[in-house]
């Protein structure tokens, strides 16, 4: 069969030759210049993907400059005595330096013996004439017979502790999914109050403990002042522990303020200020008139409630006698404000729709947040009220108000803005005592549990769930097991230890703690990361709180940046500031002039030109000791092909590092 032929005709050829090819001459004359063309494109496509790489090196240069210089600076303006002895964690930090220490020399011997490639471990000692390689015989020998069984003891019992503390915050997260599921909700029971009837409305306290927060004092009152809730029916405690003077007197003026609009509000200073928060509550609620109130809600002063928190959390005692407190759930303003707040925003959202939650639906218990909540006053009295004998009053008036047979309500609906720590330091201090304070506490209440009138069950659940297994055992297996056993098995293979204890288990423990953040997935690996490097903090606290150590009854307040007022109702913030604003001058000068004018206008410049306290990043030692210790085991774990090990240990290792240089959170230049 004759080819067929391709014609193409145009309406105007001017200019233009016609030519008739067959399909195969046609075929033949484009493969030739396709073949010809190709490699000029490809030489083409490799330049500009080399533009394009060289294009990024200048940008990585000059990032790396960037932090390589903030480093140095970092490290020459660091002073080793400027962190308090008391939160040094000394012991820890030497144990740490000896090891790294023993880890570097060992790293040293094994590299020398793979280089020269020893394979002794299979010789007899008697067959070795070189003193050298008799001395290395001699400790893999000591190290499989000796070392070894110790090592894979230690890490047995830690790999247990790890697994039934899986196991419980699976059981936790299989809680939560049934209460999704059921749709379990606490429910208002009785009829809601008559809104036409004040009397109706129970009278509430409602406290704001605060210390130096000048960041945030005024929005947190104002916040407080418009809760919608009869106006005799509710009293604003401003309960100031600060020490600046001048700070004291804007806080009175605000107090002052709000009360000219008609809020029932007070002012309370204490002169003498021991006890730190729980101290500052317990003065509050000696006063005389606080028995004609029923209940008390506790803010603190970076919280700023919505207007209808108490018609939203109150009616839940209605016709509830056992019911001592509901709890209502923080919501974070500056969750997406740098990486630190988006890790805190993960952990907090677990603890407040699995733990929280489950344990207020099934147990009736769970440990008070310290804010955001209300208190029936009986509940507060019939368990002891406030002490002063830990730094976590709010989880001490809990365990003992169980104790006593009170129920609480967690109301994961209901939440309450406030603001995380933003700094490295700043996060670092709170949960110190976060961790440390429930060691002290176990100490003490142990008596009380085992004396209590509960049921056996629920001193079980106290004892070896809320107590042991989430406050001692959870930082115990943390640091040991992924700081100390895991770099260590580098350097003994005996004791090596599997995949899925390093890998697959940690990654699912990570999944099930993101679930209720679900938008923050992407940071899965940077939170398994996280956690693991906060572990040497926890675990100091955790050994500080339970051996009774200078720092456990350390109190630091928690620094505010004031961000919750610059989102949570912002244009009814600007409104009510400026009104206020408006007000003060105005009865200032109908009160007496020109003078309380120019002291208003002085306070006022005092707030604003006030030097703020020199703030700077700062170095931590024990992160980076574990970092270089993490680093130089993951250097050994590549003479071994260990793979998954090596990558943990490299990237676990970094985590540390950032951390110990505070490259993580807030940054200051």
């Not at 209460?179 to 036409?196: C, R, S, T």
């Not at 344990?359 to 507060?380: M, P, Y």
């Not at 040497?536 to 709180?545: P, Q, R």
């Not at 990043?617 to 793979?643: D, M, P, Q, V, W």
Request: aromatic letters at 12%.
């Amino acid at each position: 069969m004759a080819p067929s032929s391709v014609v193409v005709t145009l309406e105007k050829p001017e200019n233009i030759s016609l030519i008739e090819l067959n399909d195969a001459a046609a075929e033949s004359i484009f493969k030739e210049k396709q073949k010809a063309a190709s490699p000029k494109q490809f030489t083409w496509v490799l330049f500009l993907k080399a533009n394009r790489v060289l294009a990024c090196i200048p940008w990585l240069a000059v990032g790396l400059c960037s932090v390589f210089g903030s480093v140095k600076r970092r490290i020459a303006s660091s002073d080793p005595n400027e962190e308090d002895p008391r939160h040094r964690g000394r012991r820890l930090y030497r144990f740490i330096k000896v090891f790294l220490a023993i880890s570097v020399a060992a790293l040293l011997v094994e590299a020398f013996a793979y280089f020269n490639k020893w394979d002794l471990s299979l010789v007899n000692p008697l067959e070795v004439q070189n003193l050298v390689h008799l001395c290395f015989v001699a400790w893999l020998r000591f190290r499989a017979e000796y070392v070894a069984p110790l090592v894979v003891t230690i890490s047995k019992f830690c790999i247990v502790l790890f697994i039934i503390q899986s196991l419980d915050r699976i059981v936790q997260c299989l809680g939560c999914f049934w209460i999704k599921y059921k749709n379990l909700k606490p429910v208002i029971e009785d009829e809601p109050f008559d809104i036409e009837d004040g009397a109706s409305f129970p009278m509430v306290l409602v406290q704001i403990p605060m210390c130096n927060e000048k960041e945030v004092f005024d929005q947190s009152i104002a916040a407080a002042c418009q809760l919608d809730w009869p106006k005799d029916r509710f009293l604003v405690q401003v309960l100031d522990d600060s020490d600046d003077e001048a700070l004291q007197h804007l806080i009175r003026e605000e107090v002052s303020s709000w009360k000219g609009k008609g809020v029932n509000i007070v002012y309370r200073h204490r002169f003498m200020r021991t006890g730190y928060k729980a101290g500052n509550l317990k003065s509050a609620m000696a006063c005389e008139y606080v028995k004609n109130y029923e209940f008390v809600t506790i803010f603190d002063a970076d919280f700023q409630p919505n207007p209808d928190f108490l018609k939203l959390t109150v009616p839940h005692f209605k016709g509830k006698p056992e019911v001592g407190l509901v709890q209502a759930r923080w919501s974070f303003v500056n969750k997406d404000e740098n990486l630190l707040t988006r890790l805190q925003n993960i952990n907090l959202c677990f603890h407040f729709e699995v733990e929280q939650q489950a344990n207020g639906v099934f147990l009736n218990f769970f440990g008070f947040n310290g804010t955001a909540g209300v208190w029936r006053i009986k509940a507060l009295e019939d368990s002891g009220g406030w002490l002063e004998r830990t730094t976590v009053e709010d989880m001490d008036i809990a365990v003992r108000a169980h104790l006593h047979g009170w129920k609480f309500i967690f109301l994961n609906d209901v939440r309450v803005l406030c603001e995380l720590p933003e700094s490295y330091e700043a996060y670092k201090k709170q949960q110190h005592r976060w961790h440390s304070g429930p060691m002290q506490l176990f100490r003490l209440c142990i008596p009380a549990i085992l004396t209590s009138k509960i049921s056996a069950w629920k001193k079980a659940n106290l004892i070896f769930l809320f107590f042991l297994l989430r406050k001692l055992i959870l930082p115990f297996y943390s640091f040991t097991l992924f700081c100390i056993i895991l770099p260590l098995t580098m350097f003994i293979p005996e004791a090596q230890l599997p995949a899925w204890v390093i890998c697959y288990v940690p990654i699912l423990m990570s999944i099930l703690n993101i679930l209720p953040a679900p938008k923050s997935f992407p940071f899965i690996i940077p939170y398994l990361l996280f956690e693991n490097t906060m572990s040497v903090t926890k675990f100091n606290a955790m050994i500080s709180g339970l051996f009774q150590l200078g720092s456990a009854y350390e109190w630091v307040v928690t620094k505010k940046t004031g961000r919750a007022s610059e989102s949570d109702l912002l244009s009814l913030a600007e409104k009510e500031t400026k009104s206020l604003h408006e007000d003060k001058l105005q009865r200032k000068l109908s009160e007496s002039g020109i003078e309380m004018l120019e002291k208003y206008n002085e306070q006022k410049d005092q707030k604003t030109a006030a030097p703020a306290p020199k703030k700077k990043n700062r170095i931590y030692r024990k992160e980076l000791a574990l970092a270089f210790l993490l680093l130089t085991a993951a250097t050994r774990s590549l003479l071994s092909a260990h793979g998954v090990h090596f990558y943990y240990l490299l990237f676990q290792g970094l985590s540390f590092l950032v951390m110990g240089l505070d490259l993580i959170g807030e940054q200051v230049s």
